[in-house]
């Protein structure tokens, strides 16, 4: 099978399970009448706008809200509101499927836009550096820690590794995270309780950096403490696993000496399943994320998410909702790419 | 004689850690199960009004072993009998007294009384509260009828039977001005706005000097007294409760609204157990089951699952569970069904490839051309080979499912009729608890979620050998 082949045929199946969770999405929305609330929140909303408008012009208080009226059934009729939701159905997953969110009720950009996709459009950078950031670390750290338990394997330190790794696993983002700005920012006073810039932000260009990295070191220090663990421990059975294939053996019969076969024999095969754990790490980062977002006040797509539960602001959770999903596959295709050049065996 | 696997699984320490910290757990879950009422969450924990004899906010009571003066602690005193009773013409006075010994460096948070059950027949009896201070001096706090009698209304007249009358006496105006009145006999001046600033239980806890306030604490035993004027001898009181509101309370303290921690801490138990376990245990059923399926059976109904699986497998979990329970009304069992729903199909795709290779091994074979059915193989002859994997995956699996829960929960999209851990923290995230460093109300919830999910781990990683024989020898 070619390389495209492959990765089409992944392409296939991972746009299927996107689609599918927009249609579960938008089924569960429309049979629930969650959606038909959320349209007449919008009619009304320009309706109050409206009335405001015509009681200046429109003295007589029957002709007004007749006029009213007539607005009103215009508008639900653009809106679909006057058809069952099945048959809005379509129509609502094409506008998704083009990034036409729709408008936030509660909450607006920076800039004071209230479309969703604009304010999502602000705060998706922020969200995306904190999470590579953070597994970028944590893999480094967490190779590095397991590699070097696995080569020592049933060694004081190998027992300590393991210990720590589980202790990391089941440690939840977000409570790490309130321990920190606890005891980082309450008792020691070392980092700002949340954030990402100070207020007034400083004016230079370094400074501004500088004032960005401070606010920004609780965040990812969270996630590295919670993400490494996992990383440490599944590098180190990876490798222990290639460790023990004929191949190695073969390779210790020859004579060759101990560290060539550790770089060229052992870790160099265990590349592909570590990064196949990438998308593991992912996975975990980003409802880690959401959350450690929340905790510290962080202006990305996770702290929004909060934000928009708390106001009950239903256009922007299903926005966040498929948008998350999104940025889930998006991200495990290019990993899957990744695994197929480094894996030749996948290939075939 | 133990069998093989079970002396594997207890010769690492992580399974023994593992298996105390889990029967710490259970009878935690047990205790709970047994002593709280079922209705826990609606009745108590979120019923404000259980709550109001309780200090605000207050550090747990052992810190008390580790400062050098001792803060206040939560002092109740409760009296189910008169101390004496005397009849003076047609009136009956009858006296409870509540005596408290006070030695603490701070005053109290609060001072309130209340009143149990009370039974009347021709008017309302009128109470009297006062107090009598170390110093000898007696202060007259607050007197009023206890209720009133409605137009119709035939005796005997029968009032606080559901809920005590409660006098707040830090917040009753007729305190505050007894209490400044009190202070301008011993010639202190002080303005009623200022009173109600600092509160009238620090004046009446505080020795007071020749024309001024000290700002010490009168230590020694105040006797609160609560006199009731009766107006037939068949009225009934029940019982007269004080209540010194303290600044450090329990094992765990209180938080904002003043509930005991301590106890949504114990209630978090039974919850986490319950949710982990209902969910690996589900998760598990139906994953292995669809996995031996998938694998024993092929064909079309092979690819069916395994197709499904894989897009399952694709879903972020995080982001639909807020969906969901953000959509529907929170509820525990909801939260269940979509972990289950949505985490069954790792298992499968993990189970069906190790039944591929079990399908072709020779005992399998033989059954088959002994005409066994496919059923009795895969019940028989599959299932007894990989049980040991599945077991250890349910037990790997538990903890992930406490996670989420607690996830949701801190959202604020948690069960409301079912304390948990999460809620307790999204509690005290939402209203700053962390920006103030009230400790007692971050750590130990957070604590408990991590011990009960590294419990589950540990278990894991001590049946990791016994599932998987490659690893015994390194340990």
Redesign the interface.
């Known amino acids: 099978m070619s390389l495209g082949r492959v990765l089409a045929i992944r392409a296939v199946s991972l746009a299927v399970v996107l689609f599918g969770v927009l249609l579960m999405v938008v089924l569960v929305l429309g049979a629930t009448g969650v959606s038909d609330r959320i349209l007449s929140a919008y009619v009304n909303d320009q309706l109050r706008v409206i009335r405001q408008d015509l009681a200046q012009r429109i003295r007589d208080p029957g002709e007004l809200e007749s006029a009213l009226e007539q607005y009103r059934s215009e508008l639900a009729a653009s809106y679909g509101l006057d058809r069952p939701w099945y048959q809005r159905l379509p129509q609502m997953i094409l506008n998704v499927l083009t990034l036409d969110l729709g408008y936030s009720r509660t909450i607006t950009s920076f800039t004071g836009s209230s479309r969703i996709a604009d304010i999502i459009a602000e705060r998706l950078p922020n969200s995306i550096i904190l999470v590579t950031t953070a597994v970028i670390i944590s893999a480094l750290i967490g190779m590095a820690l397991g590699v070097r338990a696995a080569v020592r394997a049933g060694s004081r330190y190998d027992r300590i590794l393991s210990l720590l790794s589980s202790i990391s696993f089941a440690l939840p983002s977000w409570w790490t995270g309130l321990l920190f700005i606890l005891i980082f920012s309450f008792y020691l006073g070392l980092f700002p309780f949340g954030g990402l810039y100070s207020a007034p932000p400083p004016t230079g260009t370094l400074e501004r950096l500088t004032d960005i990295l401070w606010h920004a070191t609780l965040p990812v220090a969270t996630l590295v403490t919670v993400i490494v663990g996992g990383w440490a421990y599944i590098s180190r059975t990876i490798v222990i696993n290639t460790a023990k294939e004929d191949f190695v053996n073969v390779a210790r019969a020859k004579g060759l000496p101990e560290n060539l076969i550790m770089r060229r024999y052992i870790i160099r095969p265990s590349a592909p399943p570590i990064v196949t754990n990438i998308v593991f790490a992912i996975s975990g980062s980003i409802g880690g994320a959401i959350l450690t977002e929340t905790v510290f006040n962080f202006p990305g797509m996770g702290r929004l998410y909060y934000e928009a539960i708390t106001s009950f602001d239903e256009g922007l959770v299903i926005a966040l909702t498929y948008l998350y999903t999104l940025i889930y596959i998006a991200s495990r295709f290019i990993l899957e790419i990744l695994y197929v050049i480094l894996d030749p065996r996948v290939r075939l | 004689m133990a069998p093989e696997w079970l002396r594997i699984f207890w010769s690492y320490n ?1 399974s023994k850690a593992g298996v105390i910290l889990l029967a710490f757990t259970v009878l935690a879950s047990v205790y709970v199960l047994t002593s709280y009422p079922p209705d826990f969450g609606v009745r108590v924990w979120n019923n404000p009004g259980y709550w109001a004899d309780y200090p605000k906010e207050a550090p747990p009571a052992w810190v008390n072993l580790l400062t050098a003066e001792r803060a206040p602690e939560h002092i109740v005193a409760v009296s189910n009998t008169p101390s004496s009773t005397y009849t003076s013409g047609s009136k009956i006075l009858t006296i409870y007294e509540l005596p408290i010994f006070y030695d603490f460096k701070d005053y109290p948070s609060f001072l309130s009384l209340s009143v149990g059950p009370i039974e009347f027949y021709q008017s309302p009896p009128i109470i009297e509260v006062s107090v009598t201070r170390p110093d000898g001096q007696t202060v007259t706090l607050y007197t009023a009828p206890v209720s009133s009698i409605f137009p119709g209304e035939e005796p005997p007249f029968k009032r606080f039977t559901e809920t005590p009358l409660r006098i707040y006496l830090s917040g009753e105006g007729e305190v505050i001005q007894s209490v400044q009145r009190f202070l301008s006999n011993s010639g202190v001046r002080i303005s009623y706005e200022d009173l109600v600033k600092i509160g009238p239980e620090s004046i009446i806890f505080q020795a007071i000097g020749d024309d001024a306030l000290t700002g010490n604490v009168l230590r020694g035993t105040y006797i609160l007294r609560a006199v009731f004027q009766l107006s037939s001898p068949d009225d009934k009181i029940s019982w007269v409760k004080a209540v010194v509101g303290g600044r450090v309370y329990g094992l765990s303290g209180t938080d904002r609204v003043g509930r005991d921690l301590a106890a949504g801490l114990l209630f978090g138990f039974p919850v986490a157990l319950l949710i982990g376990l209902v969910t690996s245990s589900l998760t598990t059923v139906i994953g292995s089951s669809l996995g031996i399926l998938s694998g024993y059976h092929g064909g079309r109904l092979d690819e069916l699952i395994q197709r499904i699986a ?2 399952l497998n ?7 569970l ?3 329970t ?3 009304k929170p509820s525990i069992w909801l939260i269940v069904l979509i972990l289950v729903a949505f985490g069954w199909s790792g298992l499968t795709i993990v189970v069906r490839s190790i039944v591929l290779q079990v399908k072709s091994e020779q005992y399998v074979e033989a059954a088959v051309s002994l005409g066994t059915s496919s059923w009795r193989i895969m019940s028989r002859h599959i299932f007894p080979r990989i049980a040991p994997f599945i077991f250890a995956q349910m037990i790997f699996s538990t ?1 992930s499912a406490i ?1 989420a829960e ?2 949701l929960s ?4 948690g069960d409301p009729s079912l304390p948990s851990w999460g809620q307790i ?1 999204d509690y ?2 939402r209203s700053g608890g ?4 009230l ?1 007692w109300w ?2 130990p ?2 604590l408990l ?3 009960t ?2 419990t589950f ?2 278990l894991s ?1 001590g049946m990791e050998p016994v599932v998987s024989p ?2 015994r020898r ?2």
């Not at chain 2, 879903?315 to 639909?320: A, H």
């Not at chain 2, 801190?410 to 999209?413: D, M």
């Open positions: 992580v894989d897009i694709n879903i972020p979990l995080l982001p639909l807020i969906f969901f953000f959509i529907f903890p996670l607690a996830a801190f959202l604020g999209l923290l005290s995230f962390v920006n103030i460093g400790w971050i750590i919830p957070g979620i991590v011990l999910g590294l781990v540990l990683l490659r690893l390194l340990r």
